[in-house]
Structures are given as structure tokens and as C-alpha cells.
């Protein structure tokens, strides 16, 4: 009976070993955040998508079929996890079921295919959705996607980011009512269901990283949209506690970050660019709030892109950049330079006051520089960042799918930020934020193999992101050619 057993489990031991997938990377340079210098002639085995071996010995393959990668002269890194994406809303359109999304469907649809090929061209393999669910069921249906996380939004009723009590009633799934007297809740909704504690807790069973609230009291001319109540506030953050979810708050003024700070929030989605420059000269300077926001440890995602994709909108070279045309399909990019491709265009310049393109252009550039400043001081006191795109933020046609990654890399570097501090940011720092690390952010045996292959090292200069040969997803190697837009 015994030697019955041992054989089998050898024969099934035999026939896994023999129908695995093994993938040899031989003499390659190895750049990874677990090291404190590039590791030279190093050979990495990886078996059905996971790294088992990292040595600088010789490797012999375990099976006949093992595919092998010559690494002379190439550096292999782990992928980038973007810690902040949407991946259902279209730059230049707006929401999936919006009316924009409807009438350009085929557009859309040809946009949807492409959209994880061209994070993935970028070098990006894994990806926090911010925005819920939110075009998940286009995103992971997908043959070859970035792994995908979420968080889970709670929009204030009548707040941030809907500003209208109906559609958050009617479209979002976890909201919290306060006071149910105050609002004319259609009868299918129990407000027993969504006090902070059931909220929370339904959050918790869809296995997202985190909460999103949003402290968001208005921009642009708006300054009195309502925010939920500090008791509220505090009684998500016991009930995420114990569900050990991590929250995340919306916020990018002074006054909104005090209020997520003192409400012990695990990090701020958004960089620090509102000041208050102008409304409140009595404010203590910027960096108290990046002191206190260090001295908790918060964690902070500078998302310098979401003001970049504004001012973008007023700069006649973002349409011209030709790495548009590897990640969005070419109809979409035509439409950006028609009428009505710029209608979000025209919507932002209202609110400038009809301004010409190029105040609009330097004004908006305020916010870009104080996003810099912020993220710049941050990493001088050794603040670990994030890379978080917050891809596409608004409706901008001035983001771009993997390219705006690299850009909120590159605005990083032109803060001042090494490339080094920029490497940890764009690899190690997002899975160890999100308790990740297990599977991503370095090259080390027990980990997922996303990993990139480069002709230059990016821990020395942003710009040799640009320089990804291959993508390593799950073991699978992907030229980065074969991730472009395809060519008519
Ligand atoms: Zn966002």
C-alpha cells in the first residue's frame, strides 16, 4: 500500500515537474530594491509563473522544454505597480456609461482591448483600481492584463465625487446615510445596511486592498460640499480595523489633509497642491502638514498627473507626443483634435473664466509646481512615494494609458527625486504599501515573475524606462512591440 502511494506521488511528482513551465534568464544584471547594487551575471529560474531561483552560479534547466533568455548586456527589473489607476473611464470621453461612451461605442471598445496591452507596454504589471469595480469585468477579461487590486470608493451623498444625492443613491454600491431623515431614500434601500460598520463590512467581503473616502469640500469656485461627519469618519476607521482594510482618503487641500490626518487615514491618494494661496495667508506653511503626514507615517501618493492632464489640455505638444500612437487606438486620437473631441477642454476654460489658452496654461501650471514642490520634500526627508498616476483622472485627453505613468515618473525626476528613490517608488513601495510584497517589487525567489527586461538601467535615469525590450508577465515574456496599438 505504502510503496503504492510513493509511487504515485512520484509519477504525479515526475509528470508536474515535466509538464511545468520553466523559464530560464541567464546572464542578465539584475536591478531590484531587495539589493544595494545592480547584482551582474545572474541567472533567474522561473517555474509556472513564479521566480524559484535567483543565483549567480550556473543554472542547468530542470526540463527538457525550458525556454531560455540570454540576458548579455540587459537588465532585468520587477515590474511597475501603478497604485493608482481608473480602468473605467476614457480620457477625452468620460465614464464607460456616460453619454460620450455610448455614442463613440466602437471607439470605446477598441480603447477597452487596448487599455491593459498599453499599461503593460509602459512596463506596468500590477494596478490598483481606485475606482471600485468600476470597468473591472473589461479590464480582467482580457488575456494578458496587469494583475489587477481594487479599493473600494464611498462617495459622500450629495458630496464628492457624484455632487448629486440621487446618482449616488441610484449608482454607487457603499454609501453612508447619516441621517435618513434628511434624504428621500427610494424604499429598496435599508439604512440599516449602510451605517459605517455594514459598509465597511460589505466592503471587506469583496477582498479590495482599501477604502476610499473622499474629504473633498469643493474646487474650482466650490468650496461647500458637504463631507461626512468626523464621527463617521471615525467609525470607518474602527471598523476598517478590524477588517484590516487599509483607508484611503481623497484629498489635495491643506484643510482637507488636516482633516484626513487627524482621522488617522493609512494614506492620501493625492499629492498636496491646493495651498491656499490666495484665500488664506494665515495658514502655517505647507511643510507642518508634510511633517505631520511623515510623523504618522501616512502614506502618499504625489499624482502629480492629475493637474499635468489639465494643463495639458493647453499645450500644443501633447497631442504631437508619437508614443500616443502605440497606446491609444488612432480614431481616438483623431477625435481629440476635433470640436468635439476638446468639449472637456472648453468645460475647464469656463471655469477659468474663458481665460486665453495660455493663462489657463500658466495658471494651471500652479498646481503642477506645488504638486512637485510637495513630492520633493517628502522624498528629502527619506519619505517613501508611491507611483500613482491616477490614470485618467478626468476626462483630459491629455492622459494616455502607461505613458502617463512614465510621465508622473518623469515630473518625479524634474521635483528633483532621484531615479533611485523613483525606482523603489515605482516597484517595491506600492506592494509593501498594499501588503503585496509577498508576490511583487523585487526579483527573489517565492515571488510572481512580472518582471521587465531593459538595455538600460533604470535605477540610474527615469528616462531608461523607456528602454523595456520585454515584459515578463506571470512567466510569460511579451516584446513590448507586440503590446502596441497594432498598425493599420
Ligand atoms: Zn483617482
Known sequence: MKAKLVMLITALFCQSVATASELILENFTVVSGHLTEQQENTQIRIVDGAITEVTTEPMQPLTAHAKLINGQGKFLTPGIMDSHVHVGSIPGIGFLDSPNAVKHAAVVEEYLRQLPRSLLYFGITEVLNLGGSDGEKHFTAA???????????????????????????????????????????????????????????????????????????????????????????????????????????????LDMYHIALNHHVDGIAHGLWNWQWKTNPDNPPVTDTLEQLIASDTAYMPTIQVMLSLQGMYDKDTLADPRREKV?????????????????KREISKDFGDLPDA????????????????????????????????????PSFAAAPGLSTFYEMQQLADAGISAEQIFAAATINGPRQFGLDKQYGTVEPGKIANLLILTQNPQQSVANWESIETVILRGKPIQRSALAVPLP
Open 328 to 344: 491609444l487606438p488612432a480614431a481616438l486620437l483623431k477625435w481629440y483634435s476635433t470640436y468635439e473631441g476638446q468639449w472637456f
Open 359 to 394: 493663462k489657463v496654461h500658466e495658471l494651471s501650471g500652479y498646481g503642477v509646481g506645488r504638486a512637485k514642490q510637495a513630492a520633493a520634500y517628502l522624498a528629502s526627508k527619506g519619505h517613501p512615494l508611491l507611483v500613482a498616476s491616477d490614470y485618467p483622472s478626468s
Open 143 to 253: 488575456r494578458e492584463h496587469p494583475d489587477y487590486y481594487t479599493c473600494q470608493p464611498i462617495p459622500v451623498i450629495g458630496g464628492y465625487p457624484h455632487l448629486s444625492a440621487g446618482y449616488t443613491l441610484r449608482h454607487a454600491r457603499y454609501f453612508i446615510i447619516e441621517d435618513p431623515t434628511q434624504l428621500s431614500l427610494p424604499e429598496y434601500i435599508d439604512p440599516a445596511l449602510h451605517t459605517p460598520e455594514a459598509v465597511v463590512a460589505a466592503i471587506a467581503k469583496t477582498g479590495a486592498r482599501c477604502i476610499k473616502i473622499y474629504i473633498e469640500d469643493g474646487f474650482g469656485a466650490a468650496s461647500d460640499w458637504p463631507l461626512l461627519s468626523s464621527t463617521s469618519l471615525q467609525r470607518i476607521r474602527q471598523a476598517a480595523d478590524k477588517a484590516d482594510l487599509q483607508v484611503w482618503a481623497h484629498a489635495n487641500a
